[in-house]
Antibody, heavy 117, light 112 residues
Framework: EVQLVESGGGLVQPGGSLRLSCAAS????????MTWVRQAPGKGLEWVAS????????KYVDSVRGRFTISRDNAKNSLYLQMNSLRVEDTAVYYC??????????WGQGTMVIVSS | DIVMTQSPLSLPVTPGEPASISCRSS???????????LDWYLQKPGQSPQLLIY???DRASGVPDRFSGSGSGTDFTLKISRVEAEDVGVYYC?????????FGQGTRLEIK
């Protein structure tokens, strides 16, 4: 079964750090761009970052550039999001997604990040 | 950034009736390869988003044929030929032409 499972969310104080993970299974992970999308409570979807198959190209939304780092380990079939200098406005459910022909065809169940003092 | 604007934002529909959602982009999503880089997603209550339509009009695997996507350039439409109870949720359009990828505000479909 093709599957993505996120983990690593939790409660963190403003200015703190968190590392999200996304474990992929059921497909050849190294063949796909991968993406993080987030959704603040009661709000819409916001693209956060994407990474190319070999990690050579990474893209970020302006609001997280310089604070978040997307990475991957193809040997471990895993995607990561290192989040530093967290702000209250980063509070959201974070989803990882597989990119195919410009679309995100597989999504994980999401992991909640709460930034609060 | 490309701004995506959906309408309506709320859509009450009687089961069995058709429904239509509009999505407009602030610049053309038609790439030189001939494809429109516009996707549609449905987020059912309490669930992750799911892909319905990609490249403007291609139905994703497993998506019922009552869902269809059309349009080109800056104007796109998602149509549901006969709404069923399981279609309830929030529908999002998304442009994948240029970074940053951007989503519409979402359209909440509810059953009358």
């Amino acid at each position: 079964e093709v599957q993505l499972v996120e983990s690593g969310g939790g409660l963190v104080q403003p200015g703190g750090s968190l590392r999200l993970s996304c474990a992929a299974s059921g497909f050849t992970f190294s063949n796909y761009w991968m993406t993080w999308v987030r959704q603040a409570p009661g709000k819409g979807l916001e693209w956060v970052a994407s990474i190319k198959q070999d990690g050579s190209d990474r893209k970020y939304v302006d609001s997280v550039r310089g604070r978040f780092t997307i990475s991957r380990d193809n040997a471990k079939n895993s995607l990561y999001l290192q989040m530093n200098s967290l702000r209250v406005e980063d509070t959201a459910v974070y989803y990882c997604g597989r990119s195919v022909k410009s679309a995100y065809d597989i999504w994980g169940q999401g992991t909640m990040v709460i930034v609060s003092s | 950034d490309i701004v995506m604007t959906q309408s309506p934002l709320s859509l009450p529909v009687t089961p069995g009736e058709p429904a239509s959602i509009s999505c407009r982009s602030s610049q053309s999503l038609l790439k030189s390869d001939g494809y429109n880089y516009l996707d549609w997603y449905l987020q059912k209550p309490g669930q992750s988003p799911q892909l319905l339509i990609y490249l403007g009009s291609d139905r994703a695997s497993g998506v019922p044929d009552r869902f269809s996507g059309s349009g080109s350039g800056t104007d796109f439409t998602l149509k549901i030929s006969r709404v069923e109870a399981e279609d309830v949720g929030v529908y999002y359009c998304m442009q994948a032409l240029l970074s940053p990828i951007t989503f519409g505000q979402g359209t909440r479909l509810e059953i009358k």
